[in-house]
């Protein structure tokens, strides 16, 4: 009997890049690693494999960037042997529902799409075309971010700007749909679909922070919009601002676009408020002795508070809230002050269960049901580009 088939997940952000190989859907994958990228010069690749190999190593920019040099790395790598298809997290398919097999027409569409995620479409293609260029007859899928919030409707999907815009593809779209998919998928295994199917909150909470309203197992809203730089505030981005402060800080500091651009993206949010540091890991470790650090948890926590309640009158109510991502499956501190207050809404959480990490973290009595599962969008991916492959190959997408 033949292996299953080995699937290469690539996950690509605005300053690392996340990798992993799979035969077939087997946790843990065969290779896993992340090329974090430390500065403009130099990134540091870490690794590890499912028999106990890991390692790091340092990766020095060259001309033509650092693309070439992990692709080089992972040639070299037996896991990678045997690959049957890669899959990219694509961070914005503008109207696209589902995930796609690449062909040189969507790559000229995501091309033509690249001002939307400056920060990351760019690179995203540049991976694609690398293995596309490399090995020209293997298969890959192109994994939407925004496809998870493809029923979001008005009033949910406009932005109160005039109307000719619109068809120009500026509305809400909503991000970290493979983060979603995965954990609702997780969400039926765990406690069924019943549950997965009512009213649920799922909040990812890490670098980049948001939160999602699925009923009936669809996005009914979702806190970012046109950009994932909207919601929540987030380690670096600022979350939902005031438009006026464009005009501002263009008057009083002769700010420019590509200046404000970087503002929001890069050093504002946990980093902005604290001048200290974005890991909220730290922060919570000095707050008892600098203000400005207990101030950055302090707006981190309540402005997820606001969105739990603004998202529950969404639904019309809660049955399940969700934690997940670094911050929301590790700290207990935070979600402890997320949830407190929100007692009116039927959430009661258990101390210890809390802090313990538990799946469960509500009380027995508790009227909502709060659940920290870990994500997985590497795995997502995996998935997504399976089915899709499945599909093309004649056989029923399961």
Known sequence: MSDPPRVMAINAGS???????????AIPPLLRGNLDQVNPARA??????????????????????????????????????????IGHRIVH????????????????????????APDHLPREIELVEAFRTRSPGLP???????????????????LPIPRRYAAKGVR????????????????????????????????????????????????????????????????TRTGDLDPGLVSFLARTEQMTVAQFHRMVNH?????????ISSDMRELLAIETRDNRAAEAVSLFCYQAKKWIGALAAALGGLETLVF??????????????????????????????NIANAAVISTDASRVTVRVIPTNEELMIARLTSRVLAIDDGEKDG
């Open 140 to 158: 890959q899928v192109a994994c939407f971010d925004t496809a998870f919030h493809r029923d979001l409707r008005p009033p949910a999907s406009l």
């Open 44 to 85: 540091v690749l870490s690794w590890q494999t499912s028999d106990g190999e890991s390692g790091d190593r340092e990766m020095q920019m060259s001309d033509d960037g650092l693309t070439p040099h992990l692709l080089d790395w992972l040639d070299q790598r037996p896991e990678s042997a045997r690959v049957a298809g």
């Open 324 to 353: 997940s991502a670094g911050i929301g499956e590790r700290s207990a501190p935070v979600r402890a002050r997320i949830c407190e207050g929100l007692g009116f809404l039927g959430i009661e959480l258990h101390k210890t269960r």
């Open 172 to 235: 809400r779209y909503g991000f970290h749909g493979l983060s979603y998919a995965y954990v609702l998928e997780e969400l039926a295994r765990v406690a069924g679909r019943d549950a997965s199917g009512g009213r649920v909150i799922l909040a990812h909470l890490g670098n980049g922070a948001s939160m999602t309203a699925v009923y009936g197992g669809r996005s009914i809203d979702t806190t970012m919009a046109f950009t994932p730089v909207a919601g929540l505030v987030m380690s």
């Open 93 to 116: 398919g503008m109207t696209r529902t589902a995930p796609a097999r690449v062909t040189p027409e969507l790559i000229e569409e995501l091309r033509g799409t690249s001002s939307y």
């Open 267 to 275: 050093e504002s949010g946990l980093i902005g408020i604290s001048e």
């Open 15 to 25: 300053s690392s890049i996340k990798f992993a190989v799979y035969q077939g859907h």
